[in-house]
């Protein structure tokens, strides 16, 4: 049962013949051994040495039929996919082949979706490409893999409910469909859920109305919470960093946030930092960079494991090399112009929002009006697909780039 040979057709036919039902208790069990013994791999030899013990264990069972061998490929091929979203490792083609693999080898188990109270295995093979799609910037795809996740396990989906609509509010926010994901926010923190899910909910319907223009309704809602019943730190940390991303638009005002990320700061980390930076930069105005370190140093600083942020960082130190006029400026451009190609690589959209408007600030003090128009023309649109055309400037940063006549009027005047 290679996989460059088995489909989706030969799992049916050999589901006809000798089988053994699967059932929760074992597949339990063999996730729980398997995940014992990849996670002593990683501590011995790294995540280098767990993805080769993946590909090991997939390879000395493809060619089985042993009911035992096919549920323990079937869960070697979700350790897997799983590896691939936190470390890479797989090709697109591979991937492909492992997910025409798993769909056989639950058919072969007479594993129906929709109808099987094993149908989760469905979900969790969805789920899992959802979350691939997410992290590789394919958010289209991320969101509706993690619907047909839960179309596929009606009976039993991956998580519950509950994750199930925290996983969809994510995912619709991050295409902009800001109203939608704060519906489903909603709609988790009413349910029986964890302490984490709760308060992931709870930051996500924040974000919701600060970029939907219902600042007072995310004050007051930061209040409420505050008020309550005790917060996990990180919890607390965020919720302080939305008040400090309202009082930016509300008030143009970026001190409280340049002061928590001082060191020795509240937010004294990397991605505080880094987003604080594209802040300062948004502005008409650079006197809030010159208090920010250089992110190049905060990059090399291993205690802030800045290298985690990936294509976040990739971008912030990108922009900061714009600014370093002894670089060609036909090279910063075009560096720049690769960044913001792959823009959609942003995890969080209003961090999206932020380096377009920072990279069209810069493009236009760089005296390439025309440049900045099309960067400024993503950011007007994106704000408007997120307000549902009600606002062009959901970050209240960019009113001044608006009205400049080589955007409104295609003027090559400069800044």
């Excluded at 035992?68 to 799983?82: G, H, N």
């Amino acid at each position: 049962m290679k996989i460059e040979a088995f489909t989706g057709s030969t799992g049916r036919k050999m589901a006809k013949g000798r089988r053994i039902e699967w059932q929760s208790k074992n597949i339990d069990h063999t996730k729980k051994l398997i995940k014992t013994h990849l996670d002593h791999v990683t501590n011995e030899q790294g995540t280098r040495g767990r993805f080769e013990a993946i590909m090991r264990g997939i390879r000395e069972r493809e060619a089985s039929s042993d009911p035992k061998d096919l549920l323990e490929l079937y869960v070697y091929i979700m350790s897997a996919l799983v590896h691939h979203k936190n470390w890479g490792g797989l090709s697109q083609q591979q991937i492909k082949k492992m997910v025409t693999l798993a769909y056989s080898i639950l058919q072969m188990q007479d594993i129906q979706p929709e109808t099987s109270t094993l149908g989760f295995l469905y979900g969790e093979l969805h789920m899992a490409l959802s979350q691939i799609y997410r992290t590789s910037g394919e958010h289209f795809s991320g969101a509706w893999e993690q619907q047909v996740s839960h179309h596929v396990s009606k009976k039993n989906p991956p998580g519950g409910e509950s994750y199930q609509a925290l996983a969809k509010a994510i995912r619709a926010f991050r295409l902009g469909q800001v109203a939608r994901a704060y519906r489903e926010y909603l709609s988790v923190e009413t349910a029986e859920i964890s302490r984490s899910q709760k308060e992931s909910a709870m930051i996500g319907r924040i974000r919701c109305l600060r970029l939907d223009q219902r600042f007072d309704e995310a004050k007051e809602l930061i209040t409420q919470i505050e008020s309550g019943a005790e917060r996990s730190t990180k919890f607390s940390r965020e919720l302080t960093w939305e008040a400090f991303c309202i009082k930016a638009s509300l008030e143009q005002d970026l001190e409280p946030m340049i002061q928590s990320v001082q060191r020795k700061g509240s937010h004294y980390q990397a991605v505080y930092i880094m987003e604080a930076y594209l802040w300062s930069l948004a502005w008409p105005q650079r006197q809030w960079l010159d208090r920010l370190p250089k992110m190049s140093t905060i990059a090399r600083n291993k205690k802030l494991q800045a290298k985690d942020l990936g294509f976040f960082m990739k971008a912030v130190l990108c922009l900061e090399e714009c600014l370093d006029s002894s670089i060609p400026l036909v090279i910063r451009i075009k560096a720049l112009g690769q960044m913001l190609k792959d823009s959609n690589q942003f995890i969080a959209i209003d961090r999206e929002l932020l380096f377009f408007i920072a990279s069209a600030r810069w493009l236009a003090k760089s005296h390439s009006p025309t440049l900045a128009a099309i960067v400024l023309g993503e950011y007007e649109g994106l704000s408007s697909k997120i307000s549902r055309g009600a606002c062009l400037d959901v970050l209240q940063v960019a009113d001044d780039l608006l009205q400049r006549n080589w955007y409104l009027h295609g003027e090559s005047s400069g800044d």
